[in-house]
């Protein structure tokens, strides 16, 4: 009967530390979960605030007002020339009567007809730069470039609102630095501690298998395996999480598409992976190689 007992109640305790590990899993596996989305959220809204800082400068319009003496196949060979320039990002015509039709539709009535019939407007292109060159130095090169043409007149841009814009958008992206940095740091120590409580709980475990000999890769294996694996589903959930609420602002707004690329999901999906396995296995080594140096009497601390 008393072997009977014993059995039964071993029995019991495995049980018991097993329902205890199982609990201990899921909850480290939905922390986790939850650190991955806050992580996929800074890459995303680090992503996004790129692609809108892009597409801010990429508006910005320049624009050459053209000799007099220009003809239409003398403007074509210079639109052509000038489009493969490495700092054209879009260029648009606008000829003398185009520009008189749209004056005449903005203010009411035909300037000509005061001239005595005569177009007072000059045909001019608006050209858009590649975000990289919308900056004052380049734009003051450029133009200093452009200047020296025949074909053009004049240069016109709003360099104030180049300065103001760029001078926000610096002040901006260090703003989001200074975040994504601090969130990264939380992410970094919650995850780090969902799994040495994690190891925590079984370092008796470790120590037993220490003590029969068994070398410490054999002992981290089963860990890194597990750790892994709520790596693997916890990553999996958050990228659910992320790409359903992505597609769901979408749907909302298609104009999100815009700043939210294709390219800056799978990035954000791809990221959330990487980071939860690479962050779960540096955690589970550091954290199991803690506890095998541990002594036997600082266990119970």
């Known amino acids: 009967m008393g072997n009977t007992d014993q059995i039964q109640s071993s029995s019991r305790g495995r049980k018991k530390r097993n329902r205890g590990i199982q609990g201990g899993s899921i909850a480290s596996g939905i922390s986790i979960t939850l650190v991955l989305v806050l992580f996929g959220l800074v890459v995303l809204f680090g992503l996004t605030a790129i ?26 060979g210079f639109k052509t020339m000038l489009s493969q320039k490495p700092y054209v990002s879009r260029l648009t015509l606008i000829t003398k009567e185009q520009a008189l039709r ?6 009411g009535n035909d300037p000509s007809e005061f001239l005595g019939g005569e177009n007072p407007y000059t045909a001019s292109i608006e050209m858009n730069l590649v975000s990289e060159y919308a900056c004052t130095d380049s734009l003051v090169e450029i133009t200093r470039e452009l200047k020296k043409r025949w074909e053009v007149s004049d240069v016109i ?4 609102l180049v300065e103001r814009l760029n001078s926000n958008l610096q002040k901006a992206a260090i703003v989001l630095a200074v975040l994504a940095a601090l969130l990264l740091i939380i992410s970094v120590v919650l995850i780090n501690n969902t799994v040495r409580l994690n ?60 700043v939210v690329t294709q390219t800056t999901i ?17 955690c589970t080594t550091v954290s199991v190689g803690h506890f095998l140096r541990m002594r036997e009497a600082e266990m119970y601390r």
């Open 157 to 160: 841009y709003q360099r104030d």
């Open 199 to 258: 190891v925590y709980a079984r370092r008796f475990q470790i120590h037993t298998m220490r003590l029969v000999g068994a070398s410490w890769s054999f002992i981290e294996w089963p860990f890194l395996r597990h750790s892994l694996a709520i790596g693997i589903i916890s990553a999996t959930i958050a990228d659910l999480l992320l790409g359903g609420g992505v597609w769901y602002a979408m749907q909302q707004d298609p104009g999100i598409a815009e």
């Open 51 to 76: 692609q809108l800082s892009r597409n801010v400068r990429e508006n910005l319009t320049v624009t050459l007002l053209l000799d007099d003496d220009l003809d239409s196949l003398q403007t074509d």
């Open 266 to 282: 799978i990035i954000m999906l791809a990221s959330v992976v990487t980071f939860g396995l690479l962050l779960t296995f540096i």
């Open 102 to 107: 749209e004056e005449t539709e903005v203010m």
